[in-house]
């Protein structure tokens, strides 16, 4: 889960940050008709994910259940974890009292047995874990036999030009800590991600026994571009760096 940052670099405890529960109501008012959540990111994934009826899909980092919702109108059988109890109990509303949502960090084991899920989708999540292995091990671990891993990330180029332009000289090549200050629905909290370059990214998948099928820039919706055009003024076609996308092969 990402937005629109509302200052970057700003000393904190990695340890301490990360509040969802503090932001839930206004991470969740935003994300559903951002430009970078609604109109590009999620339909990116679902493009993605293809026909899911009847495959058993893990949201992981499934946040107040955007893509959960549209992954079951879809016709797949969704599990959601979560590390925030405050983004669930949105997602509770949104899905209702049927909906499997379970707490759940992503940097500890998974309450799931080996090959329970067809296909795990991780939005917007790995860019908050300092060490992908042990995550990626799980995910491998609870999909089945081919199963598909669909990734998205905040795209290492984006982020590094980001950091130059505001005056930093980012080492592109190290996996380094970065922290943003969120103000959202009158709440201020200190997010920290973990930045690495692409071939970071790559040789963790590959090591975790995934093959990668699609690595993707995808443009957005193309009703973004009358709903927002004052971004659109500023770019030389429809496209520009945000996060960028991976489809995995489980071995």
Request: charged fraction near 20%; proline fraction near 7%.
């Amino acid at each position: 889960m990402t937005s629109t940052p509302e200052s970057l670099a700003l000393p904190t405890d990695p340890a301490r940050a990360n509040d969802y529960d503090s932001i839930a109501e206004g991470y969740t008012a935003e994300n559903e008709t951002s430009l970078m959540n609604a109109y590009y990111e999620r339909p990116a994934m679902l493009e993605l994910a293809g026909d899911v009826a009847d495959r058993r899909i893990l949201d992981a980092g499934c946040g107040s259940g955007p893509l959960f919702a549209a992954l079951r109108d879809r016709g797949a059988a969704v599990t959601g974890v979560d590390a925030s109890a405050g983004m669930l109990e949105l997602a509770r509303r949104r899905l209702g009292a049927d909906a499997d949502l379970r707490v759940a960090d992503l940097a500890d084991p998974l309450p799931f047995p080996d090959g329970a899920f067809d296909d795990v989708i991780a939005s917007l999540v790995l860019h908050y874990l300092e060490d992908w292995g042990p995550t990626l091990a799980e995910l491998r671990r609870v999909l089945s036999p081919g199963g598909r891993l669909i990734v998205s990330v905040e795209h290492p180029f984006a982020i590094t030009l980001m950091q130059r332009l505001a005056g930093d000289k980012p080492n592109y090549f190290q996996t380094r800590n970065r922290t943003e200050e969120w103000t959202m629905g009158g709440h201020t909290v200190q997010m920290s991600f973990w930045d690495r370059p692409l071939h970071a990214m790559t040789d963790a998948f590959t090591a975790a026994g995934f093959r990668i099928n699609v690595i993707s820039e995808p443009p957005p919706a193309p009703a973004a571009r009358d709903l927002f055009p004052e971004v659109f003024r500023e770019l030389a076609g429809t496209s520009f760096l945000g996060f960028l996308f991976f489809v995995l092969q489980a071995g």
